[in-house]
């Protein structure tokens, strides 16, 4: 399967994005996604995840609460709707996809099987 990020751009602290996570060549429904993040000089951290069927989420501590993970099967797409924006969430955000078993959402980039391109978000103070 292919993903395709898109959706990043520039916005001020406290505003909103969301990005999305198109896929092609197979049905997301059949994965458990994740959405990863990378700033500049530090490591790739986990931002959300959805298992792949009841749509049990998991968010990272850092954006706990402002961001969420969602997907529409009919479009093929998963979601991370962004709010409350902070300079911090500055980075290249990923989609990746994990196929097999266990079916839940993963912290670990290794657990994935599948990644878009990365979109960058930039938030400004």
């Known amino acids: 399967v292919q993903l395709q990020a898109s959706g990043g751009g520039l916005v001020q602290a406290g505003g909103s994005l969301r990005l999305s996570c198109a896929a092609s060549?197979?049905?997301?429904?059949?994965?458990?996604m994740g959405w990863f993040r990378q700033a500049p000089g530090k490591e790739r951290e986990f931002v959300a995840a959805l298992k792949r069927s009841a749509g049990a989420t998991y968010n990272g501590k850092s954006v706990k609460g402002r961001f969420t993970i969602s997907r529409d099967n009919a479009k093929n797409t998963v979601y991370l709707q962004m709010n409350s924006l902070e300079p911090d969430d500055t980075a290249v955000y990923f989609c990746?996809?994990?196929?097999?078993?266990?079916?839940?959402?993963?912290?670990?980039?290794?657990?994935?099987?599948?990644w878009g391109q990365g979109t960058l978000v930039t938030v400004s103070s």
């Open positions: 060549g197979g049905s997301l429904s059949n994965y458990a």
């Open positions: 990746a996809a994990r196929g097999g078993w266990p079916t839940t959402g993963s912290l670990w980039t290794a657990d994935y099987d599948y």
